[in-house]
């Protein structure tokens, strides 16, 4: 039974992932669909931008947590395996797995967020140091610009320089979390393309942490 936790841990990473906390807050709380709303995908920043800053920090939180999670069941469910190899391959299925999720979510029709917090809760609980450096650039960048995009796909840009820059230094140690990163982050990049043409051409939406930006679409 034991050797069924390694495809069980990528099943609940999954599951997980695809928890689309933005649109069941929408609709219990406000009975308003949020994908109908704002940019239409499921983040912590349309969230913020369509119900209010409060909301969106949960929907941050939550999402944040949902990465964390994913790592943290992989691990003890192999664990309990007398597998002696695959732990760092799994570990980093996992976090694909939740990662995807949460950008195609199986309960919104394969559509969801950006996967930026997930991102971050993954690869927080499997490199801190690096994410923690990510993290305050993507802070300064946001609070310096006002915007969420650029601030995300830089972050995610440099995650996967310093994550280079370690494999070299370690002798490519850890070979699935390199993947993972170089993988993540290309999806990052590949989500935020309208965000990008819009930056070039000076139509990106800065945000305001203070107060509620859109209102429903017609």
Same mark, same amino acid.
């Given at each position: 039974?034991?050797?069924?936790?390694?495809?069980?841990?990528?099943? =609940?990473?999954?599951?997980?992932?695809?928890? !689309?906390?933005?649109?069941? @807050?929408?609709?219990?709380?406000?009975?308003?669909?949020?994908?109908?709303?704002?940019?239409?995908?499921?983040?912590?920043?349309?969230?913020?931008?369509?119900?209010? !800053?409060?909301?969106?920090?949960?929907?941050?939180? @939550?999402?944040?947590?949902?990465?964390?999670? &994913?790592?943290?069941?992989?691990?003890?469910?192999?664990?309990?395996?007398?597998?002696? +190899?695959?732990?760092?391959?799994?570990?980093?299925?996992?976090?694909?797995?939740?990662?995807?999720?949460?950008? +195609?979510?199986?309960?919104?029709?394969?559509?969801?967020?950006?996967?930026?917090?997930?991102?971050?809760?993954?690869?927080?609980?499997?490199? !801190?140091?690096?994410?923690?450096?990510?993290?305050?650039?993507?802070?300064? @960048?946001?609070?310096?610009?006002?915007?969420?995009?650029?601030?995300?796909?830089? &972050?995610?840009?440099?995650?996967? =320089?310093?994550?280079?820059?370690?494999?070299?230094?370690?002798k490519f140690h850890n070979l699935p979390r390199l993947f993972l990163v170089l993988i993540i982050a290309a999806?990052?990049? +590949?989500?935020?393309?309208?965000?990008?043409?819009?930056?070039?051409?000076?139509?990106?939406?800065? @945000?305001?942490?203070?107060?509620?930006?859109?209102?429903?679409?017609?």
């Amino acid at each position: 039974m034991s050797q069924l936790f390694p495809y069980l841990s990528l099943v =609940i990473a999954y599951l997980l992932g695809s928890l !689309p906390t933005s649109y069941l @807050i929408g609709r219990i709380f406000f009975g308003a669909d949020i994908r109908a709303m704002g940019s239409g995908n499921t983040g912590a920043t349309n969230a913020l931008r369509t119900f209010g !800053p409060k909301v969106g920090a949960i929907v941050l939180i @939550i999402d944040v947590l949902k990465g964390v999670a &994913a790592i943290l069941i992989a691990r003890y469910l192999m664990r309990q395996t007398s597998m002696g +190899y695959g732990f760092n391959l799994i570990e980093s299925l996992s976090g694909l797995f939740v990662i995807i999720g949460h950008v +195609y979510s199986v309960w919104l029709r394969f559509k969801g967020g950006k996967g930026v917090a997930t991102a971050a809760g993954v690869f927080f609980t499997l490199m !801190p140091l690096p994410v923690i450096f990510c993290l305050i650039l993507f802070s300064y @960048i946001v609070y310096t610009t006002k915007y969420v995009s650029l601030g995300s796909v830089l &972050a995610a840009g440099s995650l996967l =320089i310093i994550e280079l820059g370690s494999q070299l230094i370690m002798k490519f140690h850890n070979l699935p979390r390199l993947f993972l990163v170089l993988i993540i982050a290309a999806l990052i990049i +590949y989500r935020h393309v309208s965000n990008i043409k819009r930056l070039l051409n000076g139509s990106e939406n800065k @945000i305001n942490f203070r107060e509620k930006q859109v209102q429903e679409n017609q």
